[in-house]
Protein backbone atom coordinates (compact mmCIF):
# COMPACT_ATOMS: atom_id res chain seq x y z
CA UNK A 1 0.00 0.00 0.00
CA UNK A 2 0.91 3.36 -0.68
CA UNK A 3 2.04 5.78 2.31
CA UNK A 4 3.31 9.87 2.60
CA UNK A 5 5.15 11.25 5.82
CA UNK A 6 5.72 14.41 6.24
CA UNK A 7 7.73 14.71 9.12
CA UNK A 8 7.29 18.23 10.44
CA UNK A 9 3.75 19.18 11.16
CA UNK A 10 4.64 23.20 11.71
CA UNK A 11 7.46 25.12 9.97
CA UNK A 12 7.85 28.72 10.79
CA UNK A 13 10.21 30.95 8.55
CA UNK A 14 10.91 34.29 8.37
CA UNK A 15 9.46 36.79 5.40
CA UNK A 16 12.35 36.47 2.34
CA UNK A 17 13.79 33.02 3.84
CA UNK A 18 14.14 30.13 1.85
CA UNK A 19 11.74 27.43 2.60
CA UNK A 20 11.65 23.20 2.55
CA UNK A 21 8.91 21.06 2.99
CA UNK A 22 9.84 17.57 3.88
CA UNK A 23 7.99 14.40 1.78
CA UNK A 24 8.81 10.95 2.07
CA UNK A 25 6.62 8.01 0.10
CA UNK A 26 6.18 4.45 0.09
CA UNK A 27 4.81 3.03 -2.92
CA UNK A 28 6.47 -0.18 -4.87
CA UNK A 29 6.92 1.73 -8.31
CA UNK A 30 7.57 4.65 -9.30
CA UNK A 31 4.62 6.79 -8.33
CA UNK A 32 3.00 10.30 -9.37
CA UNK A 33 4.16 12.82 -6.75
CA UNK A 34 1.94 15.76 -5.70
CA UNK A 35 2.25 18.48 -3.81
CA UNK A 36 -1.32 20.98 -3.02
CA UNK A 37 -1.77 24.02 -0.80
CA UNK A 38 -4.79 24.68 1.09
CA UNK A 39 -5.50 28.46 2.34
CA UNK A 40 -6.98 28.72 5.67
CA UNK A 41 -11.09 27.49 4.71
CA UNK A 42 -10.34 26.74 0.89
CA UNK A 43 -9.90 23.96 -1.43
CA UNK A 44 -6.86 22.11 -2.44
CA UNK A 45 -4.91 24.11 -4.67
CA UNK A 46 -2.09 22.29 -7.38
CA UNK A 47 1.41 23.29 -6.26
CA UNK A 48 3.11 21.16 -8.44
CA UNK A 49 3.36 17.82 -9.83
CA UNK A 50 5.87 14.62 -11.06
CA UNK A 51 5.06 12.07 -13.52
CA UNK A 52 8.55 11.26 -15.57
CA UNK A 53 11.10 12.88 -16.89
CA UNK A 54 12.97 15.65 -15.16
CA UNK A 55 13.39 15.04 -11.48
CA UNK A 56 13.41 18.89 -10.97
CA UNK A 57 10.30 20.30 -11.20
CA UNK A 58 8.72 23.93 -11.06
CA UNK A 59 5.32 24.86 -10.00
CA UNK A 60 2.93 28.20 -9.72
CA UNK A 61 4.03 31.14 -6.95
CA UNK A 62 8.05 30.40 -7.15
CA UNK A 63 8.16 26.73 -6.06
CA UNK A 64 9.77 23.93 -7.11
CA UNK A 65 10.24 20.19 -5.98
CA UNK A 66 12.67 17.40 -6.64
CA UNK A 67 12.24 13.96 -7.24
CA UNK A 68 14.73 11.53 -5.69
CA UNK A 69 14.00 7.93 -6.01
CA UNK A 70 16.75 6.51 -3.80
CA UNK A 71 15.39 8.27 -0.79
CA UNK A 72 12.02 7.98 -1.52
CA UNK A 73 11.72 11.47 -1.30
CA UNK A 74 9.85 14.53 -2.85
CA UNK A 75 10.81 17.83 -1.25
CA UNK A 76 9.08 21.30 -1.93
CA UNK A 77 11.29 24.23 -2.01
CA UNK A 78 10.99 28.07 -2.24
CA UNK A 79 13.94 30.39 -2.19
CA UNK A 80 12.36 33.37 -0.88
CA UNK A 81 8.50 32.96 1.20
CA UNK A 82 6.42 35.36 1.10
CA UNK A 83 3.83 36.21 3.47
CA UNK A 84 1.00 34.78 1.67
CA UNK A 85 2.29 31.59 1.45
CA UNK A 86 1.33 31.13 4.90
CA UNK A 87 -1.25 28.45 4.50
CA UNK A 88 -1.40 24.02 4.77
CA UNK A 89 0.80 21.93 2.54
CA UNK A 90 -0.10 18.45 1.43
CA UNK A 91 1.91 16.39 -0.26
CA UNK A 92 0.52 12.97 -2.49
CA UNK A 93 1.03 10.20 -3.91
CA UNK A 94 -0.77 8.59 -6.80
CA UNK A 95 -0.72 5.33 -8.31
CA UNK A 96 -0.31 4.59 -11.99
CA UNK A 97 -4.33 3.15 -12.73
CA UNK A 98 -7.13 4.25 -13.61
CA UNK A 99 -8.52 4.49 -9.83
CA UNK A 100 -5.53 6.70 -9.06
CA UNK A 101 -6.76 7.60 -5.92
CA UNK A 102 -4.84 9.69 -4.03
CA UNK A 103 -2.62 9.34 -0.87
CA UNK A 104 -1.69 12.33 1.00
CA UNK A 105 0.71 12.55 4.18
CA UNK A 106 -0.17 14.81 7.32
CA UNK A 107 -0.15 18.13 6.05
CA UNK A 108 2.45 20.93 6.87
CA UNK A 109 1.58 24.08 8.48
CA UNK A 110 3.57 27.04 7.56
CA UNK A 111 3.51 30.23 9.05
CA UNK A 112 5.99 33.33 8.26
CA UNK A 113 7.31 35.96 10.40
CA UNK A 114 7.29 39.59 9.26
CA UNK B 1 -16.36 29.39 -14.98
CA UNK B 2 -16.06 27.23 -12.28
CA UNK B 3 -13.83 24.02 -12.65
CA UNK B 4 -15.76 21.44 -9.16
CA UNK B 5 -18.31 23.12 -7.30
CA UNK B 6 -20.12 21.46 -4.62
CA UNK B 7 -23.01 22.45 -2.90
CA UNK B 8 -23.73 23.29 0.47
CA UNK B 9 -20.93 24.62 1.33
CA UNK B 10 -22.12 24.30 4.76
CA UNK B 11 -23.89 21.56 6.55
CA UNK B 12 -24.96 21.23 9.87
CA UNK B 13 -27.63 18.66 10.92
CA UNK B 14 -28.83 16.53 13.78
CA UNK B 15 -27.51 12.79 14.61
CA UNK B 16 -29.47 10.49 12.81
CA UNK B 17 -29.91 12.57 9.81
CA UNK B 18 -29.56 11.75 6.53
CA UNK B 19 -28.02 14.40 4.21
CA UNK B 20 -26.74 14.61 0.68
CA UNK B 21 -23.71 16.63 -0.76
CA UNK B 22 -23.94 17.64 -4.29
CA UNK B 23 -20.72 17.83 -6.90
CA UNK B 24 -20.30 19.13 -10.24
CA UNK B 25 -17.27 19.21 -12.86
CA UNK B 26 -17.51 21.16 -16.07
CA UNK B 27 -13.90 19.94 -17.15
CA UNK B 28 -15.28 16.90 -18.84
CA UNK B 29 -13.37 15.00 -16.45
CA UNK B 30 -13.71 10.92 -16.77
CA UNK B 31 -13.42 10.01 -12.93
CA UNK B 32 -14.64 11.79 -9.63
CA UNK B 33 -13.61 11.47 -6.64
CA UNK B 34 -14.77 12.14 -2.51
CA UNK B 35 -12.00 12.79 0.00
CA UNK B 36 -12.81 13.61 4.06
CA UNK B 37 -10.90 15.89 5.99
CA UNK B 38 -10.76 15.37 9.26
CA UNK B 39 -10.52 17.81 12.36
CA UNK B 40 -6.50 17.66 12.26
CA UNK B 41 -6.70 18.22 8.52
CA UNK B 42 -5.84 14.47 7.45
CA UNK B 43 -7.32 13.99 3.88
CA UNK B 44 -8.42 10.64 3.19
CA UNK B 45 -9.98 9.25 -0.02
CA UNK B 46 -13.52 7.75 0.53
CA UNK B 47 -13.73 6.80 -3.37
CA UNK B 48 -13.32 6.84 -6.57
CA UNK B 49 -15.50 6.48 -9.65
CA UNK B 50 -16.42 6.72 -13.44
CA UNK B 51 -19.07 5.52 -15.62
CA UNK B 52 -17.03 1.85 -15.29
CA UNK B 53 -15.65 1.13 -11.91
CA UNK B 54 -16.52 2.32 -8.04
CA UNK B 55 -13.92 1.84 -6.20
CA UNK B 56 -14.55 2.18 -2.26
CA UNK B 57 -12.05 3.04 0.33
CA UNK B 58 -12.63 -0.27 2.52
CA UNK B 59 -12.51 1.53 5.56
CA UNK B 60 -15.55 3.86 4.75
CA UNK B 61 -19.10 2.90 6.76
CA UNK B 62 -21.64 1.70 4.10
CA UNK B 63 -23.76 4.54 5.52
CA UNK B 64 -21.52 6.57 2.78
CA UNK B 65 -22.77 6.18 -1.05
CA UNK B 66 -21.54 7.61 -3.70
CA UNK B 67 -24.12 8.23 -6.30
CA UNK B 68 -23.70 9.56 -10.05
CA UNK B 69 -26.40 10.97 -12.09
CA UNK B 70 -24.47 11.69 -14.86
CA UNK B 71 -20.38 12.05 -15.87
CA UNK B 72 -20.40 15.28 -14.61
CA UNK B 73 -21.98 14.67 -11.10
CA UNK B 74 -20.99 12.38 -7.98
CA UNK B 75 -23.14 13.52 -4.98
CA UNK B 76 -22.39 12.10 -1.45
CA UNK B 77 -25.26 10.05 0.49
CA UNK B 78 -24.63 9.51 4.31
CA UNK B 79 -27.39 8.17 6.34
CA UNK B 80 -28.15 8.01 10.16
CA UNK B 81 -25.31 10.42 10.52
CA UNK B 82 -22.83 10.57 13.15
CA UNK B 83 -20.92 12.74 15.24
CA UNK B 84 -17.85 11.44 14.27
CA UNK B 85 -18.77 12.10 10.60
CA UNK B 86 -18.36 15.80 11.43
CA UNK B 87 -15.53 16.77 8.47
CA UNK B 88 -15.24 18.83 5.83
CA UNK B 89 -15.93 16.82 2.62
CA UNK B 90 -13.84 17.35 -1.07
CA UNK B 91 -14.95 16.34 -3.78
CA UNK B 92 -12.25 16.21 -6.95
CA UNK B 93 -11.90 15.07 -10.64
CA UNK B 94 -9.93 13.86 -13.26
CA UNK B 95 -9.36 12.67 -17.08
CA UNK B 96 -8.27 9.52 -17.30
CA UNK B 97 -6.03 10.03 -20.64
CA UNK B 98 -3.30 13.10 -20.33
CA UNK B 99 -2.62 14.67 -17.10
CA UNK B 100 -2.86 12.77 -13.90
CA UNK B 101 -3.90 16.10 -11.93
CA UNK B 102 -6.92 15.63 -9.53
CA UNK B 103 -8.58 19.60 -9.79
CA UNK B 104 -10.36 19.74 -5.81
CA UNK B 105 -13.71 21.76 -5.08
CA UNK B 106 -13.77 24.19 -2.76
CA UNK B 107 -14.88 21.89 0.19
CA UNK B 108 -18.60 20.92 2.15
CA UNK B 109 -17.81 21.72 6.19
CA UNK B 110 -20.35 19.34 7.25
CA UNK B 111 -21.31 19.39 11.28
CA UNK B 112 -23.26 16.75 12.41
CA UNK B 113 -24.74 17.84 16.28
Known amino acids: AQSVTQPDIHITVSEGASLELRCNYSYGATPYLFWYVQSPGQGLQLLLKYFSGDTLVQGIKGFEAEFKRSQSSFNLRKPSVHWSDAAEYFC????????????FGGGTRLMVKP | DTAVSQTPKYLVTQMGNDKSIKCEQNLGHDTMYWYKQDSKKFLKIMFS???????INETVPNRFSPKSPDKAHLNLHINSLELGDSAVYFC????????????FGPGTRLTVL
Open chain 1, 92 to 103: AVGARYAGNMLT
Open chain 2, 92 to 103: ASRRIQGSNEQF
Open chain 2, 49 to 55: YNNKELI
